[in-house]
């Protein structure tokens, strides 16, 4: 079985110029990826947004991240615009 990705989300917006898959609402990503002995294994991420630029081989998730790996551990780093501030 040959590995294979499918995005969904409440829209989706595709940038054919540069490349870049936008998803807003409820992303559900989902990859099927070749495992050890021709195993299929799922990969499954969950999100509010996501941001793909395929052309730079990056995806950005942001809101409420869940990742569903059997393989991997995951974290996150949550911030907010105000622990960016300077205090003055």
């Known amino acids: 079985m040959a ?6 989300a409440n829209k989706l917006e595709y940038d054919r110029a540069n490349e870049v898959v936008k ?5 559900v990503t ?19 947004s996501l941001r793909y630029d395929r052309l730079a081989g ?3 998730y942001e809101g ?9 551990a995951a974290s996150c780093q949550v911030s907010s615009p105000a622990s960016a501030r300077t205090a003055r």
């Not at 590995?3 to 969904?8: F, I």
């Not at 998803?23 to 992303?27: D, L, M, P, Y």
């Not at 991240?65 to 991997?72: E, I, K, N, T, Y």
């Open 3 to 8: 590995a294979g990705r499918l995005v969904s």
């Open 23 to 27: 998803g807003i609402g409820n992303v």
């Open 30 to 48: 989902i990859a099927s990826l070749q495992g050890p002995q021709q195993s299929v294994q799922r990969v499954e991420v969950r999100s509010r």
């Open 58 to 60: 990056s995806a950005t």
């Open 64 to 72: 409420e991240v869940v990742l569903d790996d059997p393989r991997a």
